[in-house]
């Protein structure tokens, strides 16, 4: 069974510091999705990372995947207020669906 | 807006009863699929479809059943309700399987 370990699990960060989130999970996948969440929101698709050694970015946001360690990581760069969210790593199934499966999130807050 | 339409937004019911939820999917994907976001067990996949076919189960409880239906739309059934039972319920739809999950508003049930 796929087991998915994020931590920190809270963080709370100054504006313009900068900081990683970390995505461990414990059997092989070719694949590795970031969600965002905003309280009481839907999931919005940040990063689809397809093979190892992928690294994406997007604004202040940057995500890579290692498959090989198993490990995933969300950086974010001089963090704003607006980037202050709950965020999910999902490592895609191996099968012939696509299940994810989640983390437990980590929730971010962002103080001026 | 991600394209994928969930209904109904809120749903109260009392134990014992029996719901249907409802996803339509973005136009042109395929794929639904099922989730469960609950502050205990956190964001859980519970089925996906394919075309009209199950395609993968999660941990859904024999209590529920879903289905895809021709014009792609999905439906989640959900009977027996027990407490536990509350929590928000999303849907997803996806392209393809190196494609993200994008994910409607979701359903938030409340058993009383």
């Known amino acids: 069974e796929l087991k998915v370990e994020q931590n920190p699990l809270f963080l709370s960060m100054q504006e313009g510091k900068n900081y990683t989130i970390y995505c461990n999970y414990s059997?092989?996948?070719?694949?590795l999705y970031w969600y965002r969440q905003d309280p009481g929101k839907s999931l919005e698709s940040l990063f689809v990372?397809?093979?190892?050694?992928a690294v994406k970015q997007e604004g202040r946001l940057m995500a890579s995947l290692d498959t090989k360690a198993r490990l995933s990581t969300l950086h974010i760069t001089a963090a704003v207020h607006d980037l202050s969210a709950t965020y999910f790593c999902?490592?895609?199934?191996?099968?012939?669906?696509?299940?994810?499966?989640f983390g437990g999130g980590t929730r971010l807050m962002v103080k001026p | 807006d991600s394209g994928v339409t969930q209904t109904p937004k809120h749903l109260i019911t009392a134990t014992g009863q029996r719901v249907t939820l409802r996803c339509s999917p973005r136009?042109?994907?395929?794929?639904v699929y099922w989730y469960q976001q609950s502050l205990d067990q956190g964001l859980q996949f519970l089925i996906q479809?394919?075309?009209?076919?199950?395609?993968a189960k999660g941990n859904i409880l024999e209590r529920f059943s879903a289905q895809q239906f021709p014009d792609l739309h999905s439906e989640l059934n959900l009977s027996s309700l027990e407490l536990g039972d509350s929590a928000l319920y999303f849907c997803?739809?996806?392209?393809?399987?190196?494609?993200?999950?994008?994910f409607g508003d979701g359903t938030r049930l409340s058993i009383l």
């Open positions: 997803a739809s996806s392209g393809g399987y190196n494609q993200p999950q994008h």
């Open positions: 059997t092989t996948s070719d694949r």
């Open positions: 990372l397809l093979s190892n050694g």
């Open positions: 999902a490592p895609g199934g191996s099968n012939a669906g696509n299940m994810l499966t």
């Open positions: 136009s042109g994907d395929l794929s």
């Open positions: 479809y394919y075309n009209g076919e199950e395609r």
